[in-house]
Nanobody
Framework: QVQLVESGGGLVQAGASLRLSCAAS????????MAWFRQAPGKEREFVAT????????GYADSVKGRFTISRDNAKNTWYLQMNSLKPEDTAVYYC???????????????WGQGTQVTVSP
């Protein structure tokens, strides 16, 4: 059974940094693309960042480009989201996901974590 477990969320002030981690277990293959999505109250889940299985290709939402960095360590079955210069509008539940292709579409991802809350105060 595939399990994705996020960690690293919390409450920070605007301008601070956080690093989210997602640990995977039970994956039947290593060639998964990985991604982060987020969902704020009353809003739909939105794409944040994605990375190919090799790590050679990444993609970001325009709203986080230049501030967030996605990375992965396949040896540890873990991937990360480094979030710098956080803004109040980054407040959301952040989900990690595994899928076939490193694209920005929710439907591409077949396995999801339970989410971790990130709250950024003004």
């Amino acid at each position: 059974q595939v399990q994705l477990v996020e960690s690293g969320g919390g409450l920070v002030q605007a301008g601070a940094s956080l690093r989210l981690s997602c640990a995977a277990s039970g994956l039947t293959r290593t060639t998964y693309a990985m991604a982060w999505f987020r969902q704020a109250p009353g809003k739909e889940r939105e794409f944040v960042a994605t990375i190919s299985w090799s790590g050679g290709s990444t993609g970001y939402a325009d709203s986080v480009k230049g501030r967030f960095t996605i990375s992965r360590d396949n040896a540890k079955n873990t991937w990360y989201l480094q979030m710098n210069s956080l803004k109040p509008e980054d407040t959301a539940v952040y989900y990690c996901a595994a899928g076939g292709r490193a694209i920005a579409t929710v439907e591409e991802y077949t396995h999801w974590g339970q989410g971790t809350q990130v709250t950024v105060s003004p």
